[in-house]
């Protein structure tokens, strides 16, 4: 008998525990070649904001050991062009979408998710809080309970679908923040965003990218992200979404056993686009060669004796 | 998409000819794309490297069609590269990018290449393929331009020059022909009723995109950034236009010289 890949996370019902990462995937439609999306778990889509962005200026990539360097600034063409002209290319319904959303403000979070309830292409919102809130001395919402508290519960206000904060990595106590994301409404949580680096070019003495600093992902930030999942998993009952630095399906199954009820795949879309598909396979084959059921049974099932 | 080595070979230091055959279900190429390398299956180097598509034509077997590139070894992903032997496979993506508009190109009489170091790659097929097309037209001319640092590192001189072609070279050091910048060069002969097409470092580029202004004549620049997805998902390889920042992968990497905001 096949193992059942499906899994229900915040309300939703997905195919398999497979989405790929903010950020990494577009919208979805830049890898039409590769992955036809209505294949995944989910899609989350780049983060958007209520009014464009033109991002930061450029180098925005360097490569480090085994992992990156980005500093892309929330480029986006803002909500209504998002509504506009991209939202309309989800025909798919067997696409499960998930809308990333950014904001200056709690205020901004809670009208975007509001104007985006009412399409029925929208799954669920997650929650970009790693950006500053200019109303808070553009303090990073991530980094402070309180800020988190609010911004959640303005957008808890503002939608019935299912609320997913993702927590930053750049923080003291990352189980208190998800703490207070669960407190304040949050249907579930993901974990990590990236971890703010630099890289600097020694013949110029200049930082590699324009922006200064950047945010770390790929396979180098893989032992922290699993650490921090396991952390999150013991100190709240919300549902998990892992990611950070995940390859292949082996990363996949760590974080699931660490106990994320699902994953997200960032960088490795830019080494294989066609990574999620097999990572969804290669979990499958898991589950067939150690006699699992379902993904369930294996979600938190780390063998701490 | 796996490609298997046909050649990798050293044509001067550092500089190699890697031949690929492509695989059925591989997209016609047109100049100015770049196809974005795996080079190991590994997580160091982990991104894909951009390379331009320095010619793409039939490889003699049946049906077989070869895809060229011409890279230089400038750090630890091409180093792994010129190691890769025969038989070997390659993982590539591509033929990607929006290339040189080879129609507008026909429409000029008049065509400068302009190729700063190893700006060289993309510039040899376009060149064949405008050639292909001119051959019959009378009086077109097509100059190339190869500016380098010395002589020693001029490559694709006679490549050229067998497409009937005319050459000319300018080296920093004035070890053959010209001496200084082939921006300079270039500057000596532009004729009006011409049209530039350019690969080069950014300087290079923001001075052909100067001269070209101020002949008033078009000219094509193709430009370079670090990549991530090479799908123009991610907006890592960004250029500032006048219409904002686009994607060098996906929007370009050819574009229109007078869209381009050079200053940093
Ligand atoms: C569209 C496009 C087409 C290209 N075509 C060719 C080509 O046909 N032949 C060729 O030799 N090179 C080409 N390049 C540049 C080539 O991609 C880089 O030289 C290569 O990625 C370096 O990889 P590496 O691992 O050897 O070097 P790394 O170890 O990554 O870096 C070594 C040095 O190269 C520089 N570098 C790295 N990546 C780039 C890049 N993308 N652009 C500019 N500088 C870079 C770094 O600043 C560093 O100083 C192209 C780049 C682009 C964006
Ligand atoms: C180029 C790039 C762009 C990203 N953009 C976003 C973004 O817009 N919003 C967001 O929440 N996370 C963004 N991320 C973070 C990823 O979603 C993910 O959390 C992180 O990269 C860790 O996963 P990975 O190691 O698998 O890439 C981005 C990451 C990369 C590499
Ligand atoms: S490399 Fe990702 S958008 Fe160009």
């Known amino acids: ?305 | 998409m796996k490609c298997e080595v046909l050649s990798n070979v050293f044509l001067k230091e550092r500089r190699l000819l890697l031949d690929l055959a492509v695989p059925a279900g591989f997209a016609a190429a047109s100049p100015g794309q770049f196809l974005h390398i795996r080079i190991e299956d590994s997580c160091d180097p982990l991104l894909r490297r951009p390379l331009s598509i320095h010619d793409y034509c039939a490889s003699g077997k049946k049906n077989g069609v070869v895809v060229r590139v011409l890279y230089e070894v400038v750090g630890k992903g091409t180093a792994l590269l010129s190691e890769k032997k025969p038989y070997s496979e390659i993982d590539c993506l591509g033929p990607l990018g929006s290339g040189f508009d080879m129609e507008k190109i026909a429409g000029y009489k008049n065509v400068y290449i302009i190729a700063g170091g190893m700006g060289v790659a993309p510039l040899f097929f376009l060149v064949r393929k405008i050639m292909e097309c001119k051959v019959k037209s009378v009086k077109c001319k097509v100059a190339v331009l190869l500016g380098v640092k010395t002589k020693n590192d001029i490559l694709r001189e006679k490549e050229f020059k067998d497409l009937g072609c005319q050459v000319h070279i300018a080296t920093e050091d004035g070890s053959k022909g010209f001496k200084g910048r082939v921006t300079e060069l270039l500057k000596e002969k532009l004729q009006p009723r011409s049209i530039i097409c350019a690969c080069g470092p950014k300087p290079m580029l923001a001075a052909v995109s100067e001269i070209a202004r101020s002949n008033n004549v078009p000219a094509q620049v193709s430009l370079e950034e670090f990549m991530g997805c090479g799908l123009g998902a991610c907006l890592g390889c960004v250029i500032r236009t006048t219409s904002g920042y686009k994607r060098i992968c996906h929007d370009g990497p050819v574009f229109d010289s007078s869209e381009i905001i050079w200053k940093d």
């Not at chain 1, 930030?221 to 650490?227: D, H, T, V």
Request: hydrophobic residues 40%; glycine residues 10%.
């Open chain 1, 1 to 305: 008998m096949k193992p059942r890949l499906e899994v229900k996370i915040a309300g939703l019902k997905l195919k398999n525990p497979v989405m790929t990462a903010s950020g990494t995937f577009g919208y979805g439609d830049e890898f039409a070649d590769y992955v036809d999306p209505a294949r995944l778990g989910a899609v989350i889509t780049k983060t958007i904001t209520l009014h464009r962005r033109e991002g930061n200026r450029p180098p925005r990539i360097s490569e480090t050991a085994a992992g990156m360097l980005n500093s892309i600034g929330l480029q986006n063409n803002g909500l209504d062009d998002f509504i506009k002209n991209k939202l309309g290319a989800y025909k798919d319904p067997r696409i499960k979408l998930i809308v990333s959303v950014g904001g200056e403000t709690n205020a901004e979070y809670g009208r975007i998710v509001r104007e985006l309830s009412v399409f029925k292409q929208v799954s669920a919102f997650e929650l970009n809080i790693s950006c500053p809130n200019i109303e808070y001395k553009d303090k990073i919402i991530a980094q402070d309970e309180r800020l988190t508290r609010e911004v959640v519960k303005e957008a808890r206000r503002n939608t019935r679908l299912p609320l997913i904060v993702k927590l930053s990595p750049n923080v003291d106590d990352i189980a208190k923040i998800a703490r207070a994301a669960q407190d304040a409404g949050a249907d579930a949580v993901s974990l990590i965003n990236t971890f703010l680096g630099m890289a600097i070019d020694v013949r110029t003495r200049k930082s590699i990218l324009g922006n200064i600093t950047g945010g770390l992902s790929g396979p180098a930030i893989k032992p922290i992200a699993l650490r921090m999942v396991w952390q999150v998993r013991n100190s709240i009952t919300l549902p998990i979404i892992g990611m950070g630095g995940i390859m292949t399906a082996r990363d996949a199954l760590e974080f699931i056993i660490a106990g994320a009820s699902c994953v997200a795949v960032g960088t490795v879309n830019f080494v294989d686009p066609g990574a999620s598909l097999e990572i969804i396979a290669g979990i499958e084959r898991y589950l067939v060669e150690h006699k699992f059921k379902g993904i369930n049974e294996l979600v938190g099932s780390l063998n701490v004796s």
